[in-house]
């Protein structure tokens, strides 16, 4: 069920590329609410807004915002730019982008033929909150090099969420994020993951991409029903295109449900059971009995991977060194350090490959 609201626009909180935060005043009082420009237009003080409340009224952690569905006294102008792709299709905020794929696209010659990562290593995550944990580990070790974000659909759509992917970009810690099937609002779009990978290595010239859903993974608490199961997909992916996958582990100590305490079964079930093809695991050399039962339980998918043991020296450090908050299921870097060194590891273990 939809939740719908009217409100008026009392005050603009703060702005990142491709969104405004607001103060709304509805009846029954005053919600915070958040408009994505490029599709409603930009709501200003006294402006009346049309609100879908859903998230705001299920508490969600990361999604806990009404969304501006329309400014209708002010409809933004249509759109005149190219683009023939269709993303969130038949939502009533499907948009039109511009594929990097697409005949249109300036880039469609170099992705034409494309067909090879050129061993690129990719970096492969359940959680939106591991990239710049695996982004600290990698630039720990290899300063300098270029690394894409390639966002799966599987969490929020518009890569406008996402403050962390604008400050990334801000710092140059990301040259571009590629938005990829019904995902949107990149620096380049694509129409499915390969041509996401191959538009990361042959129109933004990366040397390392990192894989992972949006914001908000959904999950049940089933095998099988959770969106962090692509991450399987991905690694099948890369190695279709010839790249070098390295796939990172979701680990928890904080955590309060058993089934991600240690090595998540999101983890063992997408790469033990989904991913069909090999990768380097990546498993973070933990202390004491925690770190005994991380590599006992990671042991699980030697079977079909390469298992990796990385040390953690000095990832502690380059982890409180980010440029941006790390935060996973609401808990900071130290409230669940063993998660963020877990990514920052599969960063190492990728930066190891390009020497």
Same mark, same amino acid.
């Given at each position: 069920?939809?939740?719908?609201?009217?409100?008026?626009?009392?005050?603009?909180?703060?702005?990142?590329?491709?969104?405004?935060?607001?103060?709304?005043?509805?009846?029954?009082?005053?919600?915070?609410?958040?408009?994505?420009?490029?599709?409603?237009?930009?709501?200003?003080?006294?402006?009346?807004?049309?609100?879908?409340?859903?998230?705001?009224?299920?508490?969600?952690?990361?999604?806990?915002?009404?969304?501006?569905?329309?400014?209708?006294?002010?409809?933004?102008?249509?759109?005149?730019?190219?683009?023939?792709?269709?993303?969130?299709?038949?939502?009533?905020?499907?948009?039109?982008?511009?594929?990097?794929?697409?005949?249109?696209?300036?880039?469609?010659?170099?992705?034409?033929?494309?067909?090879?990562?050129?061993?690129?290593?990719?970096?492969?995550?359940?959680?939106?909150?591991?990239?710049?944990?695996?982004?600290?580990?990698?630039?720990?070790?290899?300063?300098?090099?270029?690394?894409?974000?390639?966002?799966?659909?599987?969490?929020?759509?518009?890569?406008?969420?996402?403050?962390?992917?604008?400050?990334?970009?801000?710092?140059?810690?990301?040259?571009?994020?590629?938005?990829?099937?019904?995902?949107?609002?990149?620096?380049?779009?694509?129409?499915?993951?390969?041509?996401?990978?191959?538009?990361?290595?042959?129109?933004?010239g990366a040397d390392v991409a990192v894989v992972a859903q949006g914001p908000g993974n959904l999950g049940t608490g089933t095998r099988w029903g959770f969106s962090g199961v692509a991450a399987g997909e991905a690694v099948n992916a890369a190695a %279709? &295109?010839? =790249?070098?996958?390295? /796939?990172?582990?979701?680990?928890?100590?904080?955590? #309060?449900?058993? @089934? +991600?305490?240690? !090595?998540?079964?999101?983890?063992?079930?997408?790469?033990?059971?989904?991913?069909?093809?090999?990768?380097?695991?990546?498993?973070? %050399? &933990?202390? =004491?009995?925690?770190? /005994?039962?991380?590599?006992?339980?990671?042991?699980? #998918?030697?079977? @079909? +991977?390469?298992? !990796?043991?990385?040390?953690?020296?000095?990832?502690?450090?380059?982890?409180k060194a980010s440029p941006v908050r790390l935060s996973t299921m609401g808990r900071g870097l130290e409230e669940d350090l063993a998660y963020f060194l877990t990514s920052a590891a599969a960063g190492r273990d990728a930066a190891s490959l390009l020497s």
């Amino acid at each position: 069920m939809i939740r719908w609201r009217k409100g008026e626009v009392v005050r603009v909180r703060r702005e990142w590329p491709g969104a405004v935060e607001l103060d709304v005043a509805v009846a029954e009082g005053e919600c915070r609410a958040l408009a994505y420009p490029p599709l409603v237009g930009r709501p200003e003080v006294g402006d009346t807004v049309l609100l879908n409340t859903t998230a705001l009224a299920m508490g969600l952690g990361t999604g806990g915002y009404a969304m501006v569905v329309a400014v209708p006294d002010r409809l933004p102008q249509d759109p005149s730019g190219p683009g023939h792709l269709v993303k969130a299709r038949y939502t009533p905020l499907q948009a039109t982008v511009l594929g990097a794929d697409e005949q249109g696209s300036p880039h469609h010659e170099a992705l034409r033929e494309a067909d090879s990562l050129d061993g690129m290593p990719v970096v492969v995550a359940d959680l939106h909150s591991a990239l710049p944990a695996i982004l600290c580990g990698l630039y720990a070790d290899s300063p300098g090099i270029r690394v894409a974000y390639v966002m799966q659909d599987g969490g929020a759509l518009p890569a406008w969420f996402s403050m962390s992917c604008a400050k990334l970009r801000e710092v140059e810690w990301l040259c571009g994020v590629v938005t990829t099937g019904q995902s949107f609002g990149g620096d380049v779009e694509a129409v499915t993951l390969h041509t996401g990978l191959l538009a990361a290595r042959h129109v933004l010239g990366a040397d390392v991409a990192v894989v992972a859903q949006g914001p908000g993974n959904l999950g049940t608490g089933t095998r099988w029903g959770f969106s962090g199961v692509a991450a399987g997909e991905a690694v099948n992916a890369a190695a %279709v &295109l010839s =790249g070098r996958a390295v /796939a990172a582990l979701r680990v928890s100590e904080g955590d #309060l449900r058993e @089934r +991600h305490v240690g !090595v998540s079964h999101h983890s063992l079930t997408a790469y033990g059971r989904v991913a069909l093809a090999p990768a380097r695991v990546a498993v973070p %050399v &933990l202390p =004491g009995p925690f770190g /005994a039962t991380v590599s006992e339980q990671a042991a699980a #998918l030697a079977g @079909r +991977h390469e298992i !990796v043991t990385v040390p953690v020296d000095g990832l502690h450090e380059a982890l409180k060194a980010s440029p941006v908050r790390l935060s996973t299921m609401g808990r900071g870097l130290e409230e669940d350090l063993a998660y963020f060194l877990t990514s920052a590891a599969a960063g190492r273990d990728a930066a190891s490959l390009l020497s």
